[in-house]
């Protein structure tokens, strides 16, 4: 290791300097944190405190920087030194904020600070300044799975952007669902009328842009590679290959509308006079074609009734079907309904449904349906009994209460049967399930990604692809792979394009960000990458198999082999590795543990017990921080460390903490489980898996279960941890203090 | 008409189609879309007094039960206070439809006979044209004996201190009884009433006609 020379800031701003002495903070700096060059200033974010660090790095040699004053998420504008190893001690939000400014607490307020200056001092010593990936690629092309409405609008918007795109569809023509409507829903004043799809716009305008390459009747053979240097094989109708070097991918493979031969209850497959929307979308583009008049299959007889059946196959309790609702098929079936109402008023058209769900301005869509006569019954459909050339419709009536309500002589009945989403193979599928058939499983990979993981992006829940909800809707966990569209969520022609356009700009940052070496969100331009030093390894696999982003593969010896492009910086590998032998150049085992060993433990008599506080740096440390900001007050015995995410937690940290006379460890990450809030997705899943089995630990050491605690907390728990913090300093006051003090 | 072909008028456009070119303001009925806040908002539904409240009748006409909906009593039940139309999400004047639906029922025979407000309704305005002044006496003598002598006496002596009151206030006229105090010009009132039925029936017969 080169030399490294470490410099420490205290600042006097914000307050710190009436609240704190900082000249005591200063030789601590020097005495316990032993850094050859300590100072105070009095502002140090302004020009002449930034002038001066920069002073110190060019001409005293400075190359390890600690910052005493606010929040490591304050002024990092102006404490930005790229090249140097930068650590924060938290001051401001971490200490005089969050303390009151009375006579009594002046003297644990100052421990406090104190304690913050030394671990600082400890962490920027463990660090060195992340230089970036070195194995990169710079393709800055994106590839672009599916030629329907997403698809084509995602094509257009990257190369309107300025980067080319390669556009693989499976069919022969672009255009996908949409473009088999006869109509879209409006999305334009005054919403009264079913409006032209602008599928043909959209084709003409794939296949006028010479930044566009198509692919069509192709499909994936193999993907390999990172974001940036992804090596794509794309495989035509002729049975030749053609390999393409890609950036980013968008997979925008839609959705097949649920199978209506599910539901013979409803008449599904039992008379060609039930279609599904599709199949009236048939009828109407046929009717168009001709004397505008749609037409009965079975014999061809105008249509003088049509009943729509909403949720067909959809928000079923019972299992069978799909449990969710699609979103899209109310103001589907309001449209369809138009289609025979704007051409003869005269056509009974009703539609049944248990809820009218008509987002975006179909609530306008819907009234001009009621001025133009379709009748809307709130009712449950029980049965379609199709006889010779027309069906009756035996269904519940909701509000007037008759379960036994039919309508009779329907010559058509329309189901609205929702959306399947194409997201090829679940990977997750538990082998000996697929071998027992008890799942459905689609066989077709449609990525065929050449990842350890499996040949597709991971599902969340009824096949559709997984994504950070709240934050980060495009991003799946494999980085660089977006999904955008119906395969993401069900939606609507509307939705899909703003879908196309977010995941289209989401994927040039990704390829953006690879060229540079630097990580995609959440992290977004961090240079660090995990660096595992391969002699101390046990090929224990922990690591690749709880990479949640599938980043690290295995060679042929099994050792792990790290694709720094894929990686998103969140350090569960770090936390898995039971022989700790990975780290990031700014984080790792050993920034968090020397930390934890700085802080000064007074002795068990004082009544000063200490609680260390490992927070998720996405959401309980801004939690923490805006706690701060509005004065809610909280224990001064807490020592707070900011961690990447609780799965970078490893367990060696807390058998530390506790061997070192720490009276209680608080853990709080994100919420995990199905309604995850993790930002790495399943983070803090795997970092609580990890911790459920700290009891064991705790019990060798002969330790009460209390002195770990889990905690999940929210970006929004501003005033609630405080008070989860107090609660837990007082219950362990009546533990007692730890029998490790003083060793 | 069979019981097939009956089961076939149901839930078709039919009787909807009636009530938007015969009812005013029935071409708003169509525009419900059955949050219910009509009813929830209705305060003589609180006492439970409507078998169907607005927005079932809507759908009732939507569904095509036109002998329910005619000779149904809950229009009858309505008092104009206007709290359905001040909060009608969709803006429909929910009290007019509610008049104009018990005017056509009532048109057409089909409105229930003793229901009380239709009672009172006719015995009001029978009561003012007759004269042109309302003789109040008469009229709630009227409504007491609606069901007949017996409950008429009972009913008279349940509101007998409050008439004594209004006697020694000085309310109460009882030689109101007979004749009563009347307009000046009756002759002019009972042309302009003829005139105004007149142009009224020939209205309603040329939109009954089609």
Same mark, same amino acid.
């Given at each position: 290791?080169?030399?490294?020379?470490?410099?420490?800031?205290?600042?006097?701003?914000?307050?710190?300097?009436?609240?704190?002495?900082?000249?005591?903070?200063?030789?601590?700096?020097?005495?316990?944190?032993?850094?050859?060059?300590?100072?105070?200033?009095?502002?140090?974010?302004?020009?002449?405190?930034?002038?001066?660090?920069?002073?110190?790095?060019?001409?005293?040699?400075?190359?390890?920087?600690?910052?005493?004053?606010?929040?490591?998420?304050?002024?990092?504008?102006?404490?930005?030194?790229?090249?140097?190893?930068?650590?924060?001690?938290?001051?401001?939000?971490?200490?005089?904020?969050?303390?009151?400014?009375?006579?009594?607490?002046?003297?644990?307020?100052?421990?406090?600070?104190?304690?913050?200056?030394?671990?600082?001092?400890?962490?920027?010593?463990?660090?060195?300044?992340?230089?970036?990936?070195?194995?990169?690629?710079?393709?800055?092309?994106?590839?672009?799975?599916?030629?329907?409405?997403?698809?084509?609008?995602?094509?257009?918007?990257?190369?309107?952007?300025?980067?080319?795109?390669?556009?693989?569809?499976?069919?022969?023509?672009?255009?996908?669902?949409?473009?088999?409507?006869?109509?879209?829903?409006?999305?334009?004043?005054?919403?009264?009328?079913?409006?032209?799809?602008?599928?043909?716009?959209?084709?003409?305008?794939?296949?006028?842009?010479?930044?566009?390459?198509?692919?069509?009747?192709?499909?994936?053979?193999?993907?390999?590679?990172?974001?940036?240097?992804?090596?794509?094989?794309?495989?035509?109708?002729?049975?030749?290959?053609?390999?393409?070097?890609?950036?980013?991918?968008?997979?925008?493979?839609?959705?097949?509308?649920?199978?209506?031969?599910?539901?013979?209850?409803?008449?599904?497959?039992?008379?060609?006079?039930?279609?599904?929307?599709?199949?009236?979308?048939?009828?109407?583009?046929?009717?168009?074609?001709?004397?505008?008049?749609?037409?009965?299959?079975?014999?061809?007889?105008?249509?003088?009734?049509?009943?729509?059946?909403?949720?067909?196959?959809?928000?079923?309790?019972?299992?069978?079907?799909?449990?969710?609702?699609?979103?899209?098929?109310?103001?589907?079936?309001?449209?369809?309904?138009?289609?025979?109402?704007?051409?003869?008023?005269?056509?009974?058209?009703?539609?049944?449904?248990?809820?009218?769900?008509?987002?975006?301005?179909?609530?306008?869509?819907?009234?001009?349906?009621?001025?133009?006569?379709?009748?809307?019954?709130?009712?449950?459909?029980?049965?379609?009994?199709?006889?010779?050339?027309?069906?009756?419709?035996?269904?519940?009536?909701?509000?007037?209460?008759?379960?036994?309500?039919?309508?009779?002589?329907?010559?058509?009945?329309?189901?609205?049967?929702?959306?399947?989403?194409?997201?090829?193979?679940?990977?997750?599928?538990?082998?000996?399930?697929?071998?027992?058939?008890?799942?459905?499983?689609?066989?077709?990979?449609?990525?065929?990604?050449?990842?350890?993981?499996?040949?597709?992006?991971?599902?969340?829940?009824?096949?559709?692809?997984?994504?950070?909800?709240?934050?980060?809707?495009?991003?799946?966990?494999?980085?660089?792979?977006?999904?955008?569209?119906?395969?993401?969520?069900?939606?609507?022609?509307?939705?899909?394009?703003?879908?196309?356009?977010?995941?289209?700009?989401?994927?040039?940052?990704?390829?953006?960000?690879?060229?540079?070496?630097?990580?995609?969100?959440?992290?977004?331009?961090?240079?660090?990458?995990?660096?595992?030093?391969?002699?101390?390894?046990?090929?224990?696999?922990?690591?690749?198999?709880?990479?949640?982003?599938?980043?690290?593969?295995?060679?042929?010896?099994?050792?792990?082999?790290?694709?720094?492009?894929?990686?998103?910086?969140?350090?569960?590998?770090?936390?898995?590795?039971?022989?700790?032998?990975?780290?990031?150049?700014?984080?790792?085992?050993?920034?968090?543990?020397?930390?934890?060993?700085?802080?000064?433990?007074?002795?068990?008599?004082?009544?000063?017990?200490?609680?260390?506080?490992?927070?998720?740096?996405?959401?309980?440390?801004?939690?923490?921080?805006?706690?701060?900001?509005?004065?809610?007050?909280?224990?001064?015995?807490?020592?707070?460390?900011?961690?990447?995410?609780?799965?970078?937690?490893?367990?060696?940290?807390?058998?530390?903490?506790?061997?070192?006379?720490?009276?209680?460890?608080?853990?709080?990450?994100?919420?995990?489980?199905?309604?995850?809030?993790?930002?790495?997705?399943?983070?803090?899943?795997?970092?609580?898996?990890?911790?459920?089995?700290?009891?064991?630990?705790?019990?060798?050491?002969?330790?009460?279960?209390?002195?770990?605690?889990?905690?999940?907390?929210?970006?929004?728990?501003?005033?609630?941890?405080?008070?989860?913090?107090?609660?837990?300093?007082?219950?362990?006051?009546?533990?007692?203090?730890?029998?490790?003090?003083?060793? | 008409?069979?019981?097939?072909?009956?089961?076939?008028?149901?839930?078709?456009?039919?009787?909807?189609?009636?009530?938007? @070119?015969? /009812?005013?303001?029935?071409?708003?009925?169509?525009? $419900?879309?059955? !949050?219910?806040? *009509?009813?929830?908002? %209705? +305060?003589?539904?609180?006492?439970?007094?409507?078998?169907?409240?607005?927005?079932?009748?809507?759908?009732?006409?939507?569904?095509?039960?036109? @002998?329910? /909906?005619?000779?149904?009593?809950?229009?009858?039940? $309505?008092?104009? !206070?206007?709290? *359905?139309?001040?909060? %009608? +999400?969709?803006?429909?004047?929910?009290?007019?439809?509610?008049?104009?639906?018990?005017?056509?029922?009532?048109?057409?025979?089909?409105?229930?006979?003793?229901?009380?407000?239709?009672?009172?309704?006719?015995?009001?305005?029978?009561?003012?044209?007759?004269?042109?002044?309302?003789?109040?006496?008469?009229?709630?003598?009227?409504?007491?004996?609606?069901?007949?002598?017996?409950?008429?006496?009972?009913?008279?002596?349940?509101?007998?201190?409050?008439?004594?009151?209004?006697?020694?206030?000085?309310?109460?006229?009882?030689?109101?009884?007979?004749?009563?105090?009347?307009?000046?010009?009756?002759?002019?009132?009972?042309?302009?009433?003829?005139?105004?039925?007149?142009?009224?029936?020939?209205?309603?017969?040329?939109?009954?006609?089609?």
């Amino acid at each position: 290791m080169a030399d490294i020379k470490v410099a420490a800031y205290i600042c006097k701003g914000c307050g710190l300097g009436e609240r704190l002495d900082t000249d005591a903070l200063v030789k601590i700096a020097q005495k316990d944190g032993k850094v050859p060059l300590a100072k105070s200033h009095d502002f140090l974010c302004n020009a002449d405190g930034v002038a001066m660090i920069k002073n110190d790095i060019a001409n005293e040699g400075v190359t390890h920087i600690m910052i005493g004053a606010c929040s490591r998420r304050a002024k990092t504008e102006a404490f930005n030194f790229p090249e140097n190893a930068v650590a924060r001690a938290n001051l401001r939000e971490g200490v005089v904020w969050i303390r009151p400014d009375t006579d009594e607490a002046r003297e644990t307020t100052q421990e406090m600070a104190e304690d913050y200056i030394r671990m600082g001092c400890a962490e920027v010593k463990a660090m060195t300044a992340p230089a970036g990936n070195p194995n990169t690629g710079g393709s800055k092309t994106l590839l672009v799975v599916g030629g329907g409405v997403t698809g084509m609008t995602t094509a257009i918007e990257a190369s309107k952007t300025g980067y080319s795109v390669v556009l693989v569809e499976k069919s022969g023509a672009l255009g996908g669902w949409a473009g088999k409507l006869y109509k879209r829903t409006p999305v334009h004043e005054p919403y009264k009328s079913p409006a032209d799809t602008g599928v043909a716009d959209l084709v003409s305008q794939v296949l006028a842009d010479s930044n566009i390459k198509l692919y069509l009747n192709a499909t994936i053979a193999k993907t390999d590679g990172a974001p940036g240097r992804f090596v794509v094989d794309v495989a035509t109708e002729s049975g030749a290959t053609h390999t393409e070097d890609i950036g980013a991918i968008v997979q925008a493979t839609g959705f097949t509308l649920y199978d209506m031969n599910k539901l013979p209850e409803l008449g599904g497959g039992k008379s060609p006079n039930v279609v599904d929307q599709a199949g009236l979308e048939a009828l109407a583009s046929a009717a168009a074609a001709g004397d505008g008049v749609i037409r009965r299959p079975s014999d061809g007889a105008p249509v003088k009734s049509v009943v729509f059946v909403q949720c067909a196959g959809q928000r079923d309790t019972t299992g069978q079907h799909l449990s969710y609702c699609s979103g899209f098929c109310c103001n589907a079936s309001i449209k369809q309904a138009m289609y025979f109402k704007d051409v003869n008023p005269d056509v009974d058209t009703t539609i049944i449904y248990t809820d009218l769900r008509t987002p975006g301005n179909g609530e306008d869509f819907y009234r001009s349906a009621q001025e133009k006569g379709v009748i809307f019954t709130k009712g449950k459909v029980a049965e379609v009994m199709p006889m010779g050339n027309t069906s009756t419709v035996k269904f519940n009536d909701l509000i007037l209460g008759d379960t036994d309500a039919s309508m009779v002589d329907v010559d058509l009945v329309v189901l609205a049967t929702g959306q399947v989403p194409n997201s090829g193979v679940n990977i997750e599928l538990p082998a000996e399930a697929a071998e027992a058939g008890t799942v459905e499983i689609k066989p077709i990979s449609i990525l065929n990604l050449s990842y350890r993981q499996g040949p597709d992006v991971p599902q969340l829940k009824q096949g559709f692809t997984d994504s950070h909800f709240i934050c980060f809707p495009y991003e799946t966990r494999r980085t660089g792979i977006y999904t955008a569209g119906p395969v993401r969520r069900p939606m609507d022609i509307a939705q899909a394009r703003e879908d196309a356009t977010g995941a289209a700009l989401k994927a040039i940052q990704a390829l953006e960000n690879a060229e540079l070496g630097r990580a995609a969100h959440p992290r977004s331009g961090d240079l660090s990458f995990p660096k595992i030093r391969l002699e101390g390894c046990t090929q224990c696999k922990r690591c690749t198999v709880e990479c949640p982003f599938g980043a690290i593969d295995e060679d042929e010896k099994r050792f792990p082999v790290v694709n720094e492009s894929r990686c998103r910086r969140c350090g569960t590998c770090m936390g898995a590795c039971p022989v700790r032998v990975i780290s990031f150049d700014n984080y790792s085992i050993n920034s968090v543990g020397a930390q934890i060993k700085a802080v000064d433990i007074p002795d068990e008599f004082s009544e000063k017990p200490r609680i260390l506080i490992l927070a998720c740096e996405n959401d309980a440390y801004p939690a923490l921080d805006m706690a701060g900001m509005s004065r809610n007050e909280y224990s001064a015995f807490v020592r707070i460390i900011p961690i990447r995410c609780l799965g970078s937690v490893n367990t060696i940290w807390i058998t530390d903490a506790l061997n070192a006379g720490y009276d209680g460890v608080m853990l709080m990450g994100c919420k995990s489980g199905d309604e995850y809030q993790c930002h790495f997705v399943k983070g803090s899943e795997l970092g609580r898996v990890r911790l459920s089995k700290i009891d064991d630990t705790l019990k060798t050491l002969n330790l009460e279960s209390e002195r770990v605690r889990d905690l999940e907390v929210a970006i929004t728990d501003i005033e609630r941890v405080p008070e989860m913090i107090n609660k837990y300093a007082a219950e362990l006051v009546a533990v007692g203090p730890s029998p490790f003090k003083g060793f | 008409m069979s019981a097939n072909t009956a089961v076939a008028e149901k839930y078709r456009n039919n009787f909807l189609k009636e009530i938007e @070119e015969q /009812v005013e303001m029935g071409d708003w009925v169509k525009m $419900c879309m059955q !949050c219910g806040v *009509c009813s929830g908002s %209705c +305060p003589t539904n609180f006492q439970s007094a409507w078998e169907h409240p607005p927005q079932e009748l809507f759908m009732m006409i939507l569904a095509g039960k036109r @002998e329910e /909906v005619l000779t149904s009593s809950s229009m009858w039940n $309505c008092t104009s !206070c206007y709290n *359905c139309i001040v909060r %009608c +999400p969709r803006k429909l004047p929910i009290t007019h439809i509610m008049h104009g639906i018990a005017e056509y029922a009532h048109r057409l025979g089909m409105a229930p006979k003793m229901q009380p407000t239709r009672f009172f309704s006719g015995l009001f305005w029978k009561n003012c044209t007759h004269t042109g002044r309302v003789n109040e006496l008469k009229l709630s003598l009227g409504l007491y004996f609606k069901d007949g002598f017996v409950q008429g006496v009972k009913n008279g002596m349940a509101m007998q201190a409050v008439a004594i009151g209004l006697l020694k206030a000085r309310r109460l006229n009882p030689f109101e009884l007979f004749g009563g105090h009347k307009c000046k010009d009756q002759t002019g009132i009972q042309a302009m009433l003829k005139k105004a039925y007149e142009i009224e029936r020939s209205r309603k017969t040329a939109k009954m006609a089609g």
